[in-house]
């Protein structure tokens, strides 16, 4: 995968400081289909470390990942907004 020099996280602790910042990553399983799950990195763990989350009960994803390897995508900060300001930038900015 091709990574921009500013993006390049070149050491093993870097990748691990980054995962326990900002835990919160998409699972991607062979299948293409994704799940958002917060998860625990255990850096002393096997050979790069070991991360450990859980599915909600209902999510049926679990079964496709379950022993097997996934890619995991960590995109850093991320933060919830008031509906409220929905409104506010659709009257601002309105498409319509």
């Given at each position: 995968?091709?990574?921009?020099?500013?993006w390049?996280?070149?050491?093993r602790?870097?990748?691990h400081?980054?995962?326990n910042?900002?835990?919160?990553?998409?699972v991607?399983?062979?299948?293409?289909e994704?799940?958002?799950?917060?998860?625990l990195?255990?850096?002393?763990?096997?050979?790069?470390?070991?991360?450990?989350?859980?599915f909600a009960?209902?999510?049926?994803?679990?079964?496709?990942?379950?022993?097997?390897?996934?890619?995991?995508?960590f995109?850093?900060?991320h933060?919830?907004t008031?509906?409220?300001?929905?409104?506010?930038?659709?009257?601002?900015?309105?498409?319509?």
């Amino acid at each position: 995968m091709q990574v921009p020099d500013k993006w390049d996280m070149a050491s093993r602790e870097l990748i691990h400081l980054f995962i326990n910042q900002y835990g919160f990553a998409t699972v991607v399983s062979i299948d293409l289909e994704g799940s958002h799950l917060p998860l625990l990195l255990i850096a002393s763990e096997g050979e790069n470390g070991t991360l450990y989350g859980h599915f909600a009960r209902n999510n049926p994803h679990w079964k496709s990942v379950a022993r097997t390897r996934v890619l995991c995508i960590f995109n850093g900060p991320h933060a919830d907004t008031n509906s409220n300001n929905y409104l506010a930038i659709q009257r601002e900015f309105s498409t319509l």
